[in-house]
């Protein structure tokens, strides 16, 4: 729909959201672009009642609509042919319960990670969510790419630790999984189905989250090892032995280039978190033995781990043209395919970091310096890779060179594309929500 269209509704969403909360001006429209294309309008509602209100309007006028948080996951899917409005939540900004004594707190899908975790910290409590630039990424979009960085290994996914959400569906009506305590009653879990679904079944305006305590004290030991396969001895080791480490993290040499703090050139590296006291950390020194390089403390060892959070944007922002992966895979597959990386990306250059302890790698795939984007090089990675699969694995493109994002596939695992379109029928069934952009 032309921008003009759009703007002959542009009463009724002021109505809807104040005038101040409606930006239909094209030269104020331009930083708010989605992978190129600049929306018609942006819209901005302060509740659940006002984005459904919006939807509703965009539902009965055929408008195309993309929600938008922090602007750190906009690069993901296919180039939407247009965006009629563009849904910002940094307004839901509720603080809807917190209960420190139970551990849980509940907050508006616009508050950012960072404001979050330095609410909870005042209290000694831990918010384990770490995405990259966590002082612009968003509760709803963590949760809505289902992101997990290096503390997946100590406290799990975000599946584990949010325990309601609250959401308006693609057609405009509220609805909500899950609830305010750590223990809710049984039924279709809409909260863990609305987790990574990218924006395509409805629009998170809050959710609810289990907590823990902040860590007295931490430790990083780092390893260094000549090949991944003692790397992934080492990672066997620890899985047997009594540690418990918060953190246990692979770096590959080629990620070693891209991430600031950790050598140009080297060995790979495992990074082993640990929390506890001073009895606790001696434990982990004597079961790591002489495996252990170098310990990290203190600001180094926020700021390492600070990087390590960060890597899909530092792969943006120093590799461009980039391909950017997320491989979520049981932990015997974990090293075969690693193995079959070097095989199917033999003309590429590759960086791979992950908690493999948990079974989550990241992989980065990039032309060798000079060379001209080849779009089948890429593709026929992700094909590789994809045949390589168990069927209780899934794989997921987080970012892509622009000449090569209408040859790619964006869904995570082919069998299951029948079963997402029906789900999406049902929360969206006039394909309001990132239409064409994940799902065809």
């Not at 907050?107 to 005042?122: M, S």
């Not at 790419?145 to 799990?156: A, D, I, M, N, V």
């Not at 203190?298 to 391909?323: D, M």
């Amino acid at each position: 729909m032309s921008t003009a269209t759009t703007t002959r509704f542009g009463a009724e969403l002021r109505a809807i959201c104040g005038a101040a909360n409606v930006v239909d001006d094209p030269a104020l429209l331009r930083g708010r672009q989605v992978l190129g294309v600049v929306p018609s309008t942006v819209v901005t509602p302060a509740s659940a009642d006002e984005a459904a209100a919006v939807l509703r309007v965009a539902n009965e006028n055929g408008l195309s609509v993309v929600p938008a948080g922090g602007f750190t996951a906009q690069n993901m899917g296919r180039k939407p042919a247009q965006v009629d409005v563009l849904l910002s939540t940094s307004r839901l900004r509720e603080l809807e319960h917190y209960d420190a004594a139970d551990l849980t707190i509940g907050v508006g899908a616009g508050w950012t990670v960072a404001d979050l975790a330095a609410k909870v910290a005042a209290d000694n409590l831990f918010f384990p969510g770490d995405p990259a630039l966590p002082e612009r990424a968003t509760v709803g979009g963590l949760l809505a790419t289902g992101f997990c960085g290096p503390h997946r290994q100590g406290y799990g996914g975000l599946r584990d630790y949010c325990i309601g959400i609250r959401f308006v569906t693609g057609d405009g009506h509220k609805a909500k999984g899950g609830g305010r305590v750590v223990k809710n009653v049984a039924g279709y879990d809409m909260m863990k189905l609305l987790i990574g679904s990218y924006g395509t079944l409805g629009v998170i305006t809050s959710a609810s989250f289990k907590l823990f305590p902040a860590p007295r004290q931490t430790r990083t030991f780092i390893a260094e090892f000549p090949g991944a396969a003692e790397a992934f001895q080492f990672r066997n080791q620890v899985l047997r032995s009594p540690l418990d480490p918060i953190c246990l993290e692979l770096v590959s040499p080629g990620a070693r280039q891209l991430l600031h703090g950790f050598g140009s050139d080297g060995p790979w590296l495992v990074l082993l978190r640990a929390a506890g006291s001073d009895p606790v950390l001696a434990r982990y020194r004597a079961e790591l033995g002489s495996a252990v390089a170098r310990e990290l403390e203190g600001i180094n060892e926020r700021e390492a781990w600070r990087a390590l959070s960060n890597f899909s944007h530092t792969v943006e922002e120093r590799c461009p043209q980039s391909l950017l992966l997320s491989l979520q895979l049981p932990l015997r597959e974990v090293g075969p395919i690693l193995q079959q990386l070097a095989t199917v990306s033999a003309s590429l250059k590759h960086a791979v970091i992950g908690r493999f302890g948990a079974g989550h790698l990241l992989v980065a795939l990039w032309q060798p310096s000079g060379s001209t984007v080849q779009a089948k090089a890429f593709a026929d990675a992700i094909a590789g890779l994809r045949h390589r699969l168990p069927i209780d694995a899934s794989i997921a493109v987080l970012s892509c060179p622009p000449e090569v994002r209408a040859d790619i596939a964006w869904i995570a695992t082919p069998t299951h594309v029948e079963s997402m379109r029906v789900v999406k029928k049902v929360l969206d069934p006039n394909d309001t929500l990132n239409h064409g952009r994940f799902l065809f």
